[in-house]
């Protein structure tokens, strides 16, 4: 079981996401206002608490959604799961189809200490069904045999 941390967006790409606390996921989209929504794989991203905390203990503090994750998630170690898997939040399902990504222009983050964690512990997932998350919310893996049931 996971607890939602942060819900992050950005209404524009290229700029940092910021933490909303609470947001609708639209079903094949992501997230409502979030400008990397659309109909294709990487609709949401997920990445783990305890892995930035890890990466603040290098002295770097940073803020919720500065590796561009949408949700800041506490109790998984994402990039150990596999595509397929997937989620429930309240009414909201969604199922995992990417593990980590190639960072093609490095983050504001990589370019100060030279080093970013979403392209290796980030995951991303696709919006099965809709509804609304917000922060301290659970999150849980749903067994296969389930998840089609809404």
Request: proline share 2%; glycine share 12%.
């Amino acid at each position: 079981m996971g607890k939602i941390m942060a819900v992050c967006i950005s209404e524009k790409r290229g700029t940092q996401k910021k933490n909303i606390e609470k947001v609708r996921l639209i079903e094949n989209f992501g997230l409502e206002g979030d400008a990397h929504g659309g109909n294709w794989h990487r609709q949401v991203s997920l990445l783990s608490y305890e892995k930035v905390r890890a990466f603040e203990e290098k002295g770097i503090s940073v803020e919720d959604g500065a590796f561009g994750e949408n949700l800041l998630v506490e109790g998984f170690d994402f990039k150990t799961l596999p595509v397929g898997t997937r989620f429930r939040c309240g009414e909201v399902l969604l199922e995992m189809t990417q593990i980590g990504k190639e960072c093609h222009s490095h983050c504001e983050i990589y370019q100060a200490v030279g080093d970013c964690i979403m392209p290796r512990e980030g995951v991303f997932a696709r919006v099965l069904h809709g509804g609304m998350i917000q922060i301290g919310d659970e999150l849980e893996i749903v067994p296969s045999s389930d998840s089609d049931s809404k």
